[in-house]
C-alpha cells in the first residue's frame, strides 16, 4: 500500500497546487454565501428553496471537479509522459490507478468537506440549529456517490484518448443515470418483449448514483436514514467503485506505452 | 562475470498503421548480455529499436517473443526494477513539484527507509549540483536542470544498473561533460551502465563494450577496443559501415 499511498499523496498535492480547484471553490463559497443569506419575506419555504438550490449547486460543483480532475489523470500522464519514469520504478500498473483513484477521491472527499462546513456554517447562522446526523450522511453519502463516479471516470480516461470526450461523457451518464435512472423500471413496464428486456438490462446494469442523493434531509430537516441502510449504499458504492477500478487495470495492465 | 541484464532471441513487433501491413518489426531476434560494472553502449540510427528494447527492458513495452531479464528476473516482474535507474531521453516529470518532493515521491517507490531518504536526498541533489534550486518547482528550471532532475532520480535508489536513453541529448557541453563525469564515477564504483547515444566520441570514450542495432537487428557487438582494432576504423567509421551509409 506504500506505493498506492505515494501516489495518492501526489495526486493531492497535483489539486491543491492548480487554479481551477480553488477557482470553483470560491465561487461556490460566493454564491452559497449570499443565496444563503438572502431572506425574502422571512418566508420558510423559501428558505428551504435556498437551501435547495445551494445544495444542488454542490452536488453539481462536485461532479465537475471530480469528473474534471479523474479524467485528466491518466491522459496527461501519457502527454507528458511522466508515466515513464513512474513506471520505471518498482510500482506496478495497478498501484498507480488504484493511487490515482484514492487520491482523486480523498481530494473530493476535501472539497466536499469545505463546502459542506460552510454551507452548514451559513444554515446554522440563520436557522440556529444543526442537525449534525443529516448532514453527516447526506454529505457521506455524496462522497459516497463520487466514488463510483471517479471509478467511471478513470476507466474513461484509459478507453477515450481525449479528456475532454472522456469528461463530456461522464458528466452526460452521471446526470442521465441521476435524472432518469430511479424511472427505468417504470418506463420498462410500458414496454414489451425485447425492447423490456434491453431496458431492465440498463437498469440493473446502472450504478444507481440517484440513491445518495439524500439532500432532503437537510432541506427538510429529516431525521437521518437507518444505518443499515446507510451501510448498504455504501457497501453498493464501494463496489461498483471497485469494478470500475478492476476493469481500468485490466485495460491497463497489457497496454503498450511507447 | 555474471550478467546483470539478459536478452533473449527478442522479437517486437507492432500494429502497422500503414495500409496493407498487419504489423511492424521493431525488434528482431536480438540477444545480448551486459556484465556486471560493464559501461554498455547501445547504438544505431533513429527507428533502429534501442528505445523499443529499452521499453522492454522497463516493462512499457511487451515482447512479442523471447526474454529479457533484469539481475536474473523477468522485466515483467516489478522487483526487477528494484535497483534499476533509468533516465529518459526526454525529461518528463511533474512540473507542479519540487525537485526535493519529485525525489522524495520516487525515494518511497523504491521504499527507502525515512531516516536513509533525506540524506539520500541531499546527496543526489548535491551530485547534481541542484541544492541551490531544490525546493523551486521544476517548472521554473532550465532544460540542463531538468535534464539533471532526471539523473538525480534515476540515481535516487543508489542503483546497480542505470539505463539512460541519450542522456546527453540537447545538453550543453558542461551538461554533457557533467553527465560523463557520472557514468564514469558509476563505473569506477563498480556499477553496469547501459545506454543510448547518438555521440560516438562519447561512446568511444566511456564504453567498455557497444551493440550495433540497425533495423530492429544486432549487427554488431564487442569492446571499443577490439572492434576498433579489427576493423581498423574508429567508432562512428564503423557505425557509418554497419548500417550501410553511402556518402553522396
Redesign the interface.
Given at each position: 500500500m506504500n506505493n498506492v499511498f505515494a501516489v495518492t499523496g501526489i495526486v493531492i498535492k497535483e489539486m491543491y497546487r492548480r487554479k481551477d480547484f480553488y477557482v470553483l471553490l470560491i465561487l461556490t463559497v460566493l454564491i452559497t454565501g449570499v443565496m444563503g443569506s438572502v431572506t425574502f419575506f422571512n418566508d420558510e419555504k423559501i428558505s428551504r428553496y435556498l437551501k435547495e438550490i445551494c445544495l444542488l449547486l454542490i452536488w453539481i460543483s462536485s461532479l465537475v471537479i471530480a469528473i474534471t480532475t479523474v479524467a485528466r489523470q491518466m491522459p496527461s500522464e501519457k502527454e507528458n509522459r511522466t508515466i515513464f519514469p513512474l513506471l520505471a520504478k518498482p510500482i506496478t500498473r495497478g498501484q498507480v490507478l488504484f493511487g490515482k483513484f484514492l487520491g482523486c477521491w480523498l481530494a473530493c472527499g476535501i472539497a466536499l468537506l469545505c463546502f459542506y462546513v460552510f454551507f452548514g456554517a451559513i444554515t446554522v447562522s440563520r436557522e440556529h440549529q444543526f442537525h449534525f446526523l443529516s448532514y453527516f450522511q447526506a454529505a457521506t453519502l455524496h462522497w459516497f456517490m463520487l466514488a463510483i463516479l471517479i471509478g467511471m471516470a478513470l476507466l474513461g480516461s484509459l478507453i477515450f484518448a481525449a479528456p475532454s470526450s472522456n469528461a463530456t461523457i461522464c458528466f452526460v451518464a452521471a446526470t442521465a443515470i441521476l435524472l432518469v435512472g430511479r424511472h427505468l423500471n417504470q418506463v420498462a413496464l410500458t414496454l414489451r418483449g425485447g425492447q423490456q428486456t434491453f431496458v431492465y438490462g440498463v437498469y440493473y446494469a446502472i450504478p444507481h448514483l440517484e440513491i445518495f442523493d439524500v439532500r432532503d434531509l437537510i432541506i427538510h430537516n429529516w431525521p437521518g436514514i437507518a444505518w443499515p441502510y446507510y451501510a448498504t449504499a455504501a457497501l453498493y458504492a464501494l463496489i461498483y467503485g471497485g469494478l470500475f477500478v478492476t476493469a481500468a487495470c485490466l485495460i491497463f495492465r497489457r497496454k503498450a506505452l511507447n | 562475470m555474471n550478467a546483470v541484464l539478459r536478452i533473449d532471441n527478442l522479437r517486437v513487433e507492432?500494429r502497422s498503421k500503414e495500409v496493407g501491413q498487419r504489423t511492424k518489426v521493431a525488434v528482431n531476434g536480438l540477444t545480448l548480455s551486459v556484465s556486471c560494472g560493464e559501461v554498455f553502449g547501445f547504438l544505431g540510427p533513429n527507428g533502429a529499436g534501442k528505445?523499443?528494447t529499452m521499453?522492454v527492458l522497463?516493462?512499457?513495452?511487451?515482447a512479442t517473443s523471447g526474454s529479457a531479464r533484469i539481475f536474473g528476473v523477468d522485466v515483467r516482474e516489478?522487483?526487477a526494477?528494484?535497483r534499476?535507474g533509468?533516465l529518459?531521453e526526454?525529461t518528463?516529470?511533474?512540473?507542479?513539484?519540487t525537485a526535493e518532493?519529485l525525489l522524495r515521491?520516487?525515494a518511497?517507490?523504491?521504499?527507502i527507509p525515512r531516516a536513509e531518504r533525506e540524506s539520500r536526498i541531499d546527496a543526489v541533489l548535491k551530485l547534481v549540483e541542484l541544492e541551490a534550486a531544490s525546493k523551486r518547482p521544476i517548472k521554473t528550471y532550465s532544460k540542463g536542470m531538468q535534464q539533471r532532475v532526471?539523473l538525480a532520480?534515476a540515481l535516487i535508489n543508489n542503483p546497480d544498473l542505470l539505463?539512460l536513453d541519450e542522456p546527453t541529448s540537447g545538453l550543453d557541453p558542461i551538461g554533457r561533460m557533467k553527465v560523463r563525469e557520472i557514468i564514469q564515477r558509476l563505473k569506477s564504483e563498480g556499477r553496469t551502465v547501459f545506454f543510448s547515444s547518438h555521440e560516438l566520441g562519447e561512446v568511444e570514450t566511456v564504453c567498455d563494450r557497444v551493440a550495433i542495432l540497425n533495423q530492429g537487428e544486432l549487427k554488431v557487438e564487442g569492446s571499443v577496443d577490439d572492434l576498433v582494432h579489427q576493423h581498423q576504423c574508429n567508432l562512428e567509421q564503423l557505425f557509418l559501415k554497419v548500417i550501410g551509409y553511402r556518402a553522396v
Open positions: - | 507492432y528505445t523499443t521499453n522497463l516493462g512499457f513495452v511487451n516489478t522487483i526494477r528494484q534499476l533509468y529518459p526526454l518528463y516529470y511533474y512540473k507542479f513539484l518532493e515521491f520516487y518511497k517507490l523504491f521504499r532526471g532520480q539505463i
